[in-house]
């Protein structure tokens, strides 16, 4: 094995075993710390949004722009590979 | 311990996708490694959202008796996750027909004699 | 509420709203007609550029605005996306749809023989779309959904040309280097909204206690940020792909580096503004650090850059090595800003950073169309194959030999006037990182005369006789860069006291940006 | 894809409406039950890739032109887009919820708790619902159909 490589895996190691030891600050599974904005939103998810799922109330109102990026995504990677295979038409 | 397995999971699955990633040669390996650190990130995500015995967050035939919202899960990183993986279907597609076509005008698929292949 | 009252409080959706519901139309309007096509995405861009400019005129004069998407008034705690448009954002919005016009314009000619252009229009305007959208967004995921979509839209046109077996292999190197950044940016998104339950970015700001994991999200957007704005150790995609791409391809490529670019200034000067002067180990202060770190990887990625470009031979590679030194110019003059927060020559730094930017978009680019006017005249990219083309080509050797001065900083271009303030504000921190600024100017000066005298001056080569000027859309595009750089030279202080000193403050003052949202309108 | 043998045509041919409609189903009571756009739309199109696999990119190639499907795509879009628009006409904001509580078509606001499910509630959602389906639906199966259709052809004109 070449110097590169050598380098690469001791590099991927480091940074490996760094995360490892840093995900053990986070919050424990199954209780999450401070919850203000989801509370939030499971409150008044009927009143405001007029929904019962909580979840596409926030994908399509209190977040809906972000789902506006998502269908941009899906709109661009579609135009990506039909301009990719624009000739296999015979 | 126990309450950290999920991120033990995630942190694997992240670094074998990168793994794939890095060291591989084989473009559909590293094509498979990507998608493997993109589920490895869905999962993070989802984890962080998890309440001890809690409901999804919807409101139709409701279990009774479940106060919400302590015992309903947080909805935010299920739509966060949900973007994600549409952006994992389309980094997926764009890059699986890339790779066609490089097989089609290269013959094969080992990085080391496309760059040689290349001069 | 007037019309224009209503457009200007409505501009910030409206900038992103244009675009992209004229790239949805694109399939539609190009099935009826392909002249049409051309004229509707011009038109659009042009509108876009109006919004952009209404806006621009009320946020430089008094302070950021605010546009919440879905709801009148900010409620806390903040649930909806928000977009917060300060001066420094709208800086970067301007120089975003200024190159976009002028790439439009320039392909209108330059793409006439090509297939598949309503996919070309379409992909344009997203990725327009998306360098507009990190530019203006408040919010962190927002941020890197409007990130995938310029790694998802910027590569699939690195590879329009299909048929080159070079584009491709550089458009999958890219979207492996972008998707595998994008998912670490994810994963730092995750790590912020585990700790403080927020995704707006002033909120975030403001709870921000700068834990240890506080520490990797910052290292994470560094590091991905830095790699998508091309900083030195993490460049190598960019060379291939502005070579490979068309010239009017890599001109929004280069928009949307910009916004990563805006993007680490917006994490290191508003999401860590408080922390950014607090001390971490052995009392040296965060701001120190980051600055540092930012001034080495400038300093490698200039050098890289001018050495790599002394020895290309391909044109568009050579423009593509010298941009990675124009970003190592940014990044010093950016973290000499952060290094030294607090002195008075690191304003004068930061001002530097953010008119270079300008200026090196304006230069690069009209290097890059010129690379591509050649490209379309004589269908050849190395240098050693064409020679002499100054007899046939006049307007594009004038337009290529002001772009040479620009980018090598000569005084009456606008080159000068950025780089010489980075020159006074680096050497009041450390004179060799500014000598060493200096030189490798003049190496690229020494480069592109080189450059010059192969591609132009030299004798006539045979099977070049022949050659004809460029199509008059190109030199229109290549003449409104050229005007700019010759206008922005000779007054800088017009520029510099309406646009930069304005956005400078906005990146310093990060407590307006945040009581904006936090303290309720 | 080359073509399946008969019996995997006619298992398909029976699999392929109960897909579809499960797959509309999700997409219509998005705002009521686990699902929307996205997820309903990727059910019809794991649908209509089960009609590809069975009966070979060929056939499906040339009933279906992928101008047609990218045309519906764009529709889809712009239905998004368009109802996110009319929000500022509304609303007064971009993204506005203007039918939630207005009586109009999706209009009633649920009563808080748990409750059946009112298909008439939800204001915007539904809408943006069914034009983010009909996209995700045409989207993937123009990917599937494109893709399956360049491995198949042999030679592609340079």
């Known amino acids: 094995m070449d110097k590169r490589t050598i380098a690469a895996v001791l590099a991927f190691t480091i940074v490996a075993v760094f ?72 | 311990m126990i309450e950290y397995i999920p991120y033990v999971a995630v942190i694997c699955m992240i670094f074998i996708g990168l793994y794939a990633a890095i060291f591989r040669r084989n473009l559909i390996k590293m094509v498979i490694g990507i998608t493997i650190i993109e589920s ?60 066609m076509h490089i097989y089609r005008k290269y013959g094969t698929l080992d990085v080391q004699k496309i760059r040689r292949l290349k001069e | 509420m007037t019309f224009l009252d209503a457009l200007l409080f409505h501009s910030p959706a409206l900038i992103i709203a244009i675009p992209l519901l004229s790239a949805f139309l694109m399939p539609l309007v190009s099935r009826i007609h392909g002249k049409l ?133 550089a458009a999958f190197k890219y979207i492996v280097i972008s998707s595998v950044g994008a998912l670490f940016v994810l994963f730092a998104v995750g790590i912020l909204y585990a700790q403080y339950n927020a995704l707006n970015i002033a909120t975030l700001a403001n709870a921000l206690q700068y834990s240890f994991l506080d520490k990797i999200v910052l290292v994470l957007f560094l ?25 009017s391809v890599t001109l929004i490529i280069m928009s949307a580096t910009l916004a990563s670019f805006y993007g680490i200034l917006r994490v290191v000067f508003t999401l860590y503004g408080n922390v950014l002067t607090t001390s971490i180990r052995f009392d040296l202060p965060l701001n120190t650090i980051v600055g540092w770190v930012l001034i080495a990887l400038a300093i490698v990625s200039i050098l890289i850059g001018v050495i790599m470009a002394l020895i290309q031979s ?95 900083g000569m005084p009456p271009l606008n080159g000068f006037t950025s780089k010489f303030l980075i020159y006074e504000s680096v050497y009041q921190l450390n004179p060799i990182l500014s000598i060493i600024a200096l030189l490798c100017s003049i190496l690229l000066l020494a480069i592109f005369i080189k450059v010059l005298y192969a591609a132009f001056l030299g004798p006539q080569l045979p099977d070049l006789k022949d050659v004809k000027e460029a199509p008059r859309s190109m030199l229109l595009a290549m003449g409104c860069f050229a005007a700019l750089a010759i206008i922005i030279g000779l007054f800088p202080n017009l520029f510099l006291d309406t646009l930069v000193k304005p956005a400078a403050d906005a990146l310093l003052n990060h407590a307006q940006y945040i009581t904006t949202v936090v303290g309720g309108i | 894809m080359t073509e399946m043998t008969k019996i995997v045509k006619t298992i398909a041919n029976i699999l392929f409406p109960f897909t579809v409609i499960f797959g509309l189903y999700v997409i219509a009571h998005g705002h009521l039950t686990p699902g929307g756009g996205f997820q309903g739309g990727a059910i ?97 199966f123009v990917i599937v159909v494109v893709m399956a259709y360049a491995s198949s052809t042999k030679e592609w004109s340079q």
């Open chain 4, 44 to 140: 019809v199109a794991s649908g209509c890739a089960l009609l590809l696999v069975a009966y070979g990119s060929r056939w499906v190639f040339s009933r279906i032109k992928e101008k047609r499907l990218a045309t519906f795509e764009s529709i889809g879009a712009i239905g998004f887009i368009t109802v996110a628009l009319l929000g500022i006409v509304f609303s007064m904001v971009f993204f506005g919820n203007f039918l939630a509580g207005s009586h109009l078509l999706f209009g009633t606001v649920p009563e808080t708790g748990s409750t059946l499910a009112d298909l008439n509630t939800g204001g915007v959602l539904p809408l943006m619902n069914f034009a983010v389906g009909v996209k995700v639906i045409a989207g993937l």
């Open chain 3, 223 to 247: 590091v991905v940020l830095g790699m998508k704005a091309g900083l030195a150790p993490m460049h190598m995609w960019l060379p291939d792909a502005y070579g490979r791409a068309p010239p």
């Open chain 1, 19 to 90: 995360f490892f030891f840093s995900i053990f600050l986070l919050h424990p599974w199954g209780a999450p710390g401070n919850v203000q904005m989801d509370n939030h939103i499971i409150v008044n998810t009927q009143n405001e949004t007029g929904t019962n799922n909580g979840v596409t109330s926030v994908v399509f109102d209190y977040r809906g722009f972000d789902t506006l990026g998502e269908a941009t995504i899906l709109f661009s990677a579609v135009a990506g590979v039909m301009m990719i295979f624009r000739r296999i038409k015979e």
């Open chain 3, 314 to 408: 391909d044109f568009m590679r050579l423009i593509g090595y010298t941009a990675v030194a124009e970003v190592g110019y940014m990044f010093l003059a950016v973290g000499t800003g952060i290094a030294a927060l607090g002195t008075p020559y690191a304003t004068v730094a930061l001002q530097g950073g953010i008119f270079h930017v300008l200026n090196d978009a304006l230069d690069i680019g009209l290097l890059f169309l010129v690379a591509g006017a050649i490209y379309y005249v004589t269908k050849k990219r190395s240098l050693d194959d064409i020679g002499g083309l100054a007899r046939n080509m006049k307007f594009t050797t004038i337009f290529f030999f002001i772009g040479l001065l620009a980018v090598a």
């Open chain 2, 40 to 99: 490895g990130v869905n999962l993070f995500l989802i984890t962080l959202g998890y309440r001890e015995g809690g409901v999804a967050p919807i409101y139709t035939s409701l279990p009774p008796g479940t106060t919400y919202p302590e015992q309903m899960v947080l909805p935010v990183p299920q739509a966060l996750t949900l973007t994600s993986i549409v952006i994992g279907v389309a980094v997926l597609a764009l890059m699986l027909s890339l790779v």
């Open chain 3, 37 to 169: 096509r051309n004229i509707f995405a011009v038109s659009m861009i042009g509108l876009t550029g109006c919004v952009i400019g209404v806006l621009a005129t009320d946020v430089l004069a008094n302070g950021p605005r605010v546009y919440i998407f879905g709801a009148q008034d900010i409620a806390l705690p903040l649930v909806r996306i928000l977009f917060e448009v300060d001066s420094i954002s709208i800086f970067m919005a301007i120089i975003t749809i200024l190159l976009a016009f002028i790439a439009v314009i320039y392909s209108w000619s330059f793409m006439n023989h090509q297939d598949g252009l309503d996919k070309y229009y379409t992909l344009f305007l997203l990725l327009l779309t998306s360098a507009l959208g990190m530019e203006l967004t408040g919010d962190v995921f927002n941020f890197f959904v409007f990130l995938e979509i310029s790694c998802i839209t910027s590569c699939a046109l690195i590879a329009f040309w299909i048929d080159e077996g070079e584009a491709l292999e």
